[in-house]
Each structure stands twice: as C-alpha cells, then as structure tokens.
C-alpha cells in the first residue's frame, strides 16, 4: 500500500482529527488493511498509516477506508485517492461501508488480527449517519439506538475508554453509556484498541451546548447578573460535580488506588515542567508566564510531599463536551484521556482533581469563546468571570457534597492542574484556532499572577 501511503501524506493534514497539524511530514507507511468485507463493489478495510516526521516521533494513526471501483458522488468529499481505477474514501462517510462494520461486530468477525467482540443483541438495519462535531475521533450513529467511536490516534494497549466505560458499566454507574462492542487487534499484552460501540442516547443534550445558552443569556441581559438571568446553569453545574464525584467514587472501588510516592510527586512534577518547556517553545507568547507557572508548581509539589494523595483512575480529558445531560441526569464520555499524551501516561493514576480542573477550564471556555461574537467590552469581560467563577463553584459545591471533600480545599494542587491545562490549550490552540489563543493566554495570566 505504498501508493496509498503517499495520498494518505497529502490527506492526513487536513482532517479535523489530525493531531500532527504544523509539523513536516516526510513519510507515511501504512500497515494491515486486512479486508473486513469484500461483498459486491465494496472492500472495507482498517488501516494503520504511521506518519513519520521531519522531526519527532512517528505517530500511528487508524484510517478505516471503503474501496470501490468507481467514484461515487455522494462521498466524494471523503476521497482519499484513486490507485489503478481503485478508488479509496474514508470509510466513515460511506453508510455502506458503516453498516458492514457494524455487521461484523454482530458476527463478531476476526479477519487475519483484527477481531469484533459485542456485548449482547446488535441489529444492523440500522442507518449510519457520521456525527460531524468531534475532533480527536470519529463518531457514527446507527438508527438512534447505538453509537460507533472509531479512535484515530492508536496506541498498542487497551484504550482507557473501552476499560473504564466497561468498569463503570460493571460498577452499576448510570453516569456513562453501556458498551456494546468493540473492535481490537492483536491479543493479550498486544492488543490495539481500534473502535468501540456504545448505546446512543437521542435524547441528549451535550453539557458545552447547555453552557453555551446560559452564556448567550447573560450577554443577552447587560443589566443583570448571572444568577438573575432565566438560563442560569449553576444548577446543572452542581448536579454535574455531584455526578462527576460520583463517577470517582466508582472508579476507585473497582480499579486499585494508591498513596503518591514522593518519587510519582517528582516524576508528576517533572511532567508538568517539560509540557511547559515545550509549550513555550513552541508559542512565544507563553514565555514570559512560565516563571509564574513554575512558582505554582513549586507550590504544589511542597504541598503535596506534606500531604501525598491518594492516586486513583480519572477521565483524563474531562470537559463540557464530554458531558451529556438527558431527562434522568448528567452522562459523562470519552474516558479516552487527552490522545496526543503517551498511552502508558494516560492509563496511570491520578488525582480527580485533574478532572475537576479540565471542568474549571470549561467553564472558562464557555463563558470567554462568546466573546469572539462581541465587541471588546468591559462590561461582557466582567460577566465573563463572574459567569465562570459562578459555576465553578456550583461545580465544586455539588462534587464535594458527594466527595468526602471540597476540591477547592487543595488549591495549590488545583491551581496547578489549571495551569497544565491551560498551557496544553495554548499549544493546541496556537495550532488549530489562532484567533481563539488569547483565552488560556488570559487565564494564565491570573492564574499565574
């Protein structure tokens, strides 16, 4: 598949998902492509393009790709080339090619070293449509009843989503959507999770989209403030930190936990340290921040050699858009983590309280990213942090009236678990949505202060 490869290098650059945006690629090679179905016109195949850089580690990518032996019009935004009269479209926007995954997954299929496992009854006379709003993964939802996550950015090892969606599942938490499959490849120590499928939930309203009104509300009413305006979410907030406490709760009786060593404090510390290293070289705008941020790192390590953690499984990418509100409370997603941080990483404990400060973060996203749609104005700038701050502390009400403390108890630890986010922001913002720099920029800014 070499000449496959040398499309998929012209390709890749482009797609939402892609986290290699801004590097020079010199090279993608692609791996398997074992054919899942070959029925009539269409061969469906799951293919591991490793993209090689000018500089840098290779990254390994899944692109699921539908061959046909013509161009079909209606996918024709998805194709990826044309080899030999051959034609290859990224399979997620054909319904056909959908419904043949989904298929295999109801015959739980192995072709060479890929295998589909399922959880119960699937039915496949269900439409595909692609879900168009993710970035790191894609989505497609059959009929309203289940809902396919095929990850792009791969790792060998079990992906965290799978196992923790799977343990919470187990734990009888009504927080997160059943599992009903899932794809793999390899076995044992081997295995590479590739898609997972999970029960849709129609009805839903994501938790971004719920904060998002509440924003346009308050700006919507200069005079008033943002407990006074009729789509207030402090409410929600609270129920959210309370599901969100719930969710830990579950997590640290089925998966082991553990008392931070003063080596995993250091090792933690030396993590956040080379993120910011990196990040400030890589955006200038960052560096005259970091002797700030170091300081609160300083703060947090002391802090923490007084007082070590406990150390348990969290989110790891925890946010509004991870977050589903339905008529009988809050669901929360993609246990994935953040996808561009190494596997190993991602699957080691942590503190919740990281995945209380992603939500902070949110929180400020939610109420600065409106600003765009508006003229400067102080007025809309005070709203801003007071909408924030307002729901931050519903947040951190609701999960402490569960937790067996107040997050805001920690606050150096919090503080720095800020920090590290928001400087993670800045790099990915500095790559994907220049315009939008200025809002972990500012946060920094008081953070660091």
Known sequence: MSDLGSHLLSWLPHQRWFGGKGRPISAVETHGGTPIVGADDLTLSL???????????AEDYQVVISERPHRWEDIEHSLIGEIDGVFYYDAPHDPHAMTALL??????????????????????????????AEQSNTSIVFGEELILKVFRRIAIGLNPDLELTRALQEAGSVHVTPVHGWIEQGSGDDVTTLAVLQRFAPSATEGWALALASVRDLYAEADLHAAEVGGDFAAEAGRLGAATAEVHQLLAQALP???????????????????????????????????????????????????????????????????LRTDAGWLLLDFEGEPARPLAERK????????????????????????????????????????????????????????????????PLLRAFELDKAVYEVVYEARNRPSWLNIPLSSIARLAA
């Open 47 to 57: 293919v591991i393009a490793r993209v090689h850089y000018a500089s840098g580690a």
């Open 103 to 132: 298929q295999a997954l109801r015959d739980e299929a192995r072709t060479g070293d890929i295998s589909f496992h399922r959880i119960g009854d699937i039915g496949t006379d269900l439409r595909a449509r692609l879900v168009g």
């Open 257 to 323: 936990t553990t008392v931070a060593s003063a080596d995993q404090i250091d090792a933690m510390a030396a993590s956040m340290d080379g993120r910011l290293t990196r990040a400030a070289a890589d955006v200038p705008e960052l560096a005259p921040y970091a002797a700030g941020i170091r300081a609160a790192y300083a703060a947090c390590v002391s802090a923490l050699h007084a007082k070590p953690p406990v150390l348990q499984r969290i989110h790891g990418d925890f946010h509004l858009g991870q977050t």
């Open 348 to 411: 080691a404990p942590g503190s919740p309280l990281r995945d209380v400060a992603g939500m902070l973060r949110s929180f400020d996203y939610a109420a600065r990213s409106t600003l765009a749609d508006h003229m400067p104005s102080p007025g809309l700038e005070y709203r801003a942090t007071e909408w924030a701050e307002r729901n931050g502390d519903a947040f951190c009400d609701g999960y402490g009236s569960v937790a067996d403390g107040d997050p805001r108890a920690d606050m």
